[in-house]
């Protein structure tokens, strides 16, 4: 399996081809596991790799790897070491997350994930089912505000601070996973989430949403009433369009961006430079604050270690509809959330680094069809910028399941030269891919299904896989080039 490295907004091989990562989100939140929850076996590698998938953000958390303090749990890392093989021999990168969700699973008295109990402080406030949507513990949960503000804070659990066990966490999975030729990288924490800072920022943005419905031109107000006579839900969450999400949010941005320089930056610095203690190799993937994923500007730095920029970082935007977790998915506004990801397009920009979109998508019922021209937006919105992405999530069965007619589609894989554009179009059922290059080259393109490449084209089929789908390999000298692969059932 090949390294990859930084060059600007690309991912780049050795051979300095850029390289476009697709997969899911396979996570286990769970508690107190003794081995990760999914089988992932060579029958589900074999099918991974067939539908043209080649990445996992493998999420763990901190309350499974160490359940107490100071002793990590051995059965458990070796069935993550058992995936970690069988991605390599099936040619699957992994993005290694601790994931956390409320920050912790209090032993199972909230819902969410993450810490284990011994570090989870929070001064007494007791943890809470939620009676909505499992977020709203970020809203109202005392309990997590207090627990994220002593981790951000450093503050000690006998004698060693938080955020300095934290460290020697990622130290460990470092050291156990830095050779393997499947590692991608490391995830630092999923969603970041400012603590007690939060509430300000909770009720800056309810006054922003209440100013701009009573007096935003770009809001529908007209909608709004109709809709509710009507009862017209759907109607009535358009009324809100993406060309109105940055004059809300825009008010939040500077108490986002004091989290994000004062404790965020501090945070990706520290627990990369313990993992570069340990070994060079891996991306880092910078996150972003949990309401960052709603449309809020991200401030954070480049990470640096002892005052250098640090070479291999990348970003990983999420975002989701609004009605995201709630019945309401189905009504899913993808103008709106091409909203979100247009602003973290402007933080790659700034940061200058390349894109795996680290979750997207969101629907809680894998086999739910009706959805899916949202999903195909956010798809087709992805190829424009060149970002690879991971879907969220995995359930255990959905590679047999009605998902993947959506989730496998053509996509290049590896580009000899400058990428002008590629998408997919699926009224025609014709992939194209237009790059330039300087000298002659070879291309790597995923079809999934029977196709006719067009006829200057010069390739040949790596993999041929049972359903028709393919791997195949372009090859082309110095130049501007088109490839059309017109695809059949």
């Keep these: 399996m090949e390294k990859f490295f930084a060059d600007g907004l690309k991912f780049v091989d050795g051979e300095g081809r850029v390289r476009i990562f697709n997969g899911f989100n396979i996570d286990d939140k769970l508690l107190n596991q003794s081995a990760f929850r999914y089988e992932l076996d060579e029958v589900f590698f074999g099918k991974y790799r067939a539908y043209g998938l080649n990445f996992i953000r493998l999420a763990v958390t901190w309350q499974n790897l160490e359940p107490e303090m100071g002793k990590y749990n051995e059965s458990y890392l070796q069935s993550i070491d058992g995936i970690f093989r069988l991605a390599e021999k099936y040619g699957v990168y992994i993005l290694l997350d601790v994931h956390q969700d409320l920050y912790s699973g209090y032993d199972g008295d909230g819902c969410g994930d993450g810490a284990p109990m011994w570090a989870a402080l929070t001064d007494g406030y007791k943890s809470k089912q939620p009676k909505f949507v499992w977020a709203e513990g970020y809203i109202f949960g005392k309990w997590v505000h207090r627990a994220f503000d002593h981790f951000w804070n450093n503050d000690p659990v006998e004698g060693e601070g938080l955020q300095d066990r934290y460290a020697r966490l990622w130290q460990m999975l470092a050291a156990r996973y830095c050779d393997s030729p499947a590692l991608f990288g490391f995830d630092l924490m999923n969603e970041p989430f400012p603590g007690s800072d939060s509430k300000k920022m909770m009720l800056r943005l309810v006054r922003s949403v209440t100013a701009a419905v009573l007096f935003s031109r770009k ?83 480049p990470i640096t270690v002892n005052g250098e920029r640090e070479p291999l970082q990348c970003f990983g935007p999420h975002a989701y509809d609004m009605t995201v977790d709630t019945p309401l998915y189905k009504y899913a506004n993808a103008d709106r959330v091409k909203a979100f990801f247009t602003e973290m397009r402007n933080t790659q920009l700034r940061l200058n680094v390349p894109v795996v979109v680290g979750e997207w998508g969101g629907c809680s019922d894998n086999k739910d069809t009706s959805w899916f021209p949202h999903a195909y937006e956010l798809l087709d919105f992805f190829d424009t910028q060149h970002w690879g992405q991971a879907y969220w999530d995995y359930h255990g069965d959905d590679l047999d399941s009605p998902l993947m007619g959506m989730l496998c589609r053509p996509h290049p894989v590896a580009v000899a030269g400058k990428i002008i554009n590629y998408g997919y179009d699926r009224e025609k059922d014709v992939f194209t891919l237009s790059f330039t290059s300087q000298s002659p080259g070879e291309s790597i393109i995923y079809l999934h299904k029977n196709f006719e490449i067009s006829a200057h084209t010069v390739y040949e089929i790596i993999e041929r896989y049972d359903s028709g789908a393919a791997l195949v390999l372009i090859k082309t000298g110095s130049g501007e080039h088109t490839v059309e692969a017109r695809l059949f059932d």
């Design 219 to 301: 809001i529908k107000r007209g909608k709004i009433l109709k809709s509710l006579v009507k009862r017209d839900t759907a109607g009535l969450l358009n009324s809100v369009g993406g060309n109105a999400i940055r004059d809300i949010m825009k008010h939040v941005d500077p108490l986002s961006a004091e989290f994000d320089l004062k404790k965020y930056s501090p945070f990706l610095n520290k627990i990369t430079a313990a993992i570069r203690e340990i070994t060079k190799n891996g991306f880092i993937m910078i996150e972003q604050a949990y309401l960052c994923n709603g449309g809020v500007k991200q401030s954070v730095p």
